[in-house]
């Protein structure tokens, strides 16, 4: 028997999969007003183009350590996060640029803490993968595979203990649904009826491994089905259709019927990390993938042929982002270093 066929648990769970998908299936006709677009796109191009200012910073020694771009993902986590309210905590893996940005938190921070900044995030301390911002319910950005899921668990868990109404948002890729943990985290979840959606980025490597190289089955919207945990696949190149499966999955979330996954279908342009060359995969793979499926690109189209925007508006934005990114590269790099003392402190707290 194949995985596609395997028998759902029982008809309870098929009928939550199923008026999730007619859900998102009926919302997807739904109309975006111009403004709501416009705000996808601004949110969407401010992180491809700091992204590759960071990738920039990078490549002159002003980034040490790792680096994980997320070119190519934006529609996931813009779309997703135009769902969230304040009582929302949101928790992610080490490629984590664009969900801090998409969360409010400052560019010119964001650029300090990769450059090792006092200004930054973390004091410079945390670098790439590990900011934090508390005022945004941003709970980082971690480098271990996996490790966001059993965090994010715990976060869902503090909603549910405090009955404060917030869901968590869990991020991690197709790298991490095969760690043990992951599945512990799901086994809980369930049990507790937990706020969580697990969202899957599946950007079909991991590392330098395909996931049909590295997964028995690649549905990996299903892999919560024996604790009765509803999954739903989803292009995760088109931010409209994220923002719709998102809504539903926070809804579903929010309203005590607990957990949920979704395997956001994407695609990164660039290698693993910035040392990895990715030749793993084809120049063909990746061309035609950014000629038919780029969200940023897909989405100034269909604004133009809708005549919402003329290419002379598009062009100013893409000047004000960069202006903007340029004017947070220009911070980070004038900012100071920490003090070296600053070594000894945030690692014991008081109480």
Request: proline share 3%; net charge negative; charged share 25%.
């Amino acid at each position: 028997m194949s995985t596609s066929e395997l028998p759902l648990l029982d008809d309870s769970f098929k009928k939550e999969e199923d008026t999730l998908n007619k859900s998102k299936i009926v919302s997807s006709k739904n109309s975006f007003s111009k403004e709501t677009l416009l705000n996808f796109y601004n949110d969407m191009l401010l992180i491809r183009r700091f992204e590759e200012r960071a990738g920039q910073l990078y490549g002159m020694g002003l980034i040490g350590g790792f680096c994980h771009l997320y070119i190519g993902q934006e529609a996931v986590v813009v779309g997703l996060q135009a769902n969230v309210n304040q009582k929302d905590t949101i928790i992610t893996t080490y490629r984590d640029h664009g969900h801090m940005l998409a969360t409010g938190m400052d560019p010119k921070k964001v650029m300090a803490e990769l450059t090792g900044r006092e200004a930054g995030y973390s004091h410079g301390k945390g670098g790439s993968m590990h900011m934090f911002s508390k005022e945004k319910n941003f709970y980082g950005g971690h480098g271990i595979v996996g490790a966001s899921v059993p965090i994010g668990t715990g976060l869902a868990f503090s909603h549910y203990y405090n009955d404060d109404g917030g869901v968590c948002l869990c991020y991690f890729g197709d790298g991490a649904t095969n760690q043990g943990q992951v599945y512990e985290s799901f086994n809980m979840a369930a049990l507790w009826n937990l706020p969580i959606v697990y969202i899957i980025e599946n950007n079909k490597y991991g590392m330098g491994t395909s996931v049909e190289r590295a997964s028995a089955s690649t549905d990996l919207h299903r892999r919560g089905e024996s604790y009765g945990i509803p999954g739903v696949a989803v292009n995760g190149m088109d931010v409209k259709e994220v923002y719709h499966a998102g809504k539903s999955a926070i809804d579903h979330a929010r309203s005590n019927k607990g957990p949920i996954i979704l395997e956001m279908k994407t695609y990164r342009y660039r290698g693993h990390s910035m040392s990895d060359p990715a030749k793993y995969r084809s120049k063909e793979e990746l061309a035609k993938m950014r000629a038919e499926n780029d969200p940023i690109d897909c989405l100034r189209e269909e604004m133009m042929s809708s005549k919402m925007l003329d290419e002379k508006s598009f062009k100013e934005i893409d000047k004000k982002i960069k202006e903007r990114v340029i004017e947070a590269a220009k911070f980070a790099q004038e900012s100071k270093e920490p003090d070296p003392a600053e070594l000894w402190t945030d690692v014991l707290l008081e109480v």
